[in-house]
């Protein structure tokens, strides 16, 4: 009787534990499951906010072709075309719309505000760049046209010169015929 009891005992102790192990497979499923939902919503919103940068990205390198196009067309131009104050007013545009960038995704990853804040310096780093590009490019046009000034007047003198000496071959041969 002592043994049936015992066995008794263990039968409810090992369905006590097995109902106990059902809960907490249950609770890691729902947890797993909550986890799963909130991943596959912060990765839709995630691609969603990098699809607009590329989106933008696209539509500044469509820009970027245009004010290539601008500058080869430009002709005497001293310094920059864009004024100092557009300028200040486009990195203040970029900040700002990285400043918005970083906090309207403040539920991503902190990668995403380290990437953004890549992009601006990047742009920083491009306005730059196309600066020294177009200042560049001046020099080379002045160089350029210098250049030619200098080779137009050495034609000048090298049409004198030949005048001369045509001269001096008719000056020459008058000379000699009278003699």
Do not use: W
Request: with cysteine; proline share 1%.
């Amino acid at each position: 009787m002592a043994i049936t009891k015992l066995i008794a005992e263990l039968e409810l102790d090992d369905e006590s534990r097995r109902q106990q192990s059902d809960k907490v497979a249950v609770e890691r499923a729902k947890k797993y499951e909550n986890l799963y939902n909130e991943l596959v919503y912060l990765k839709d919103g995630s691609s969603k906010c990098m699809n607009s940068i590329i989106k933008n990205l696209e539509q500044l390198l469509a820009n970027k072709s245009t004010i290539e196009t601008i500058f080869d067309q430009t002709d005497d131009l001293i310094g920059l075309p864009i004024p100092y104050e557009y300028h200040v007013a486009a990195v203040d545009l970029v900040s700002k719309v990285t400043e918005f960038i970083n906090n309207s995704t403040s539920h991503l990853n902190t990668s995403n505000s380290i990437l953004s804040n890549e992009i601006q310096e990047n742009i920083i780093n491009v306005t730059n760049g196309v600066a020294a590009d177009f200042k560049e490019c001046h020099t080379e046009a002045a160089q350029a046209q210098a250049l030619y000034f200098n080779t137009m007047a050495l034609k000048n003198l090298k049409d004198i010169s030949s005048s001369n000496e045509e001269f001096n071959k008719f000056d020459s041969t008058y000379t000699e015929a009278f003699d």
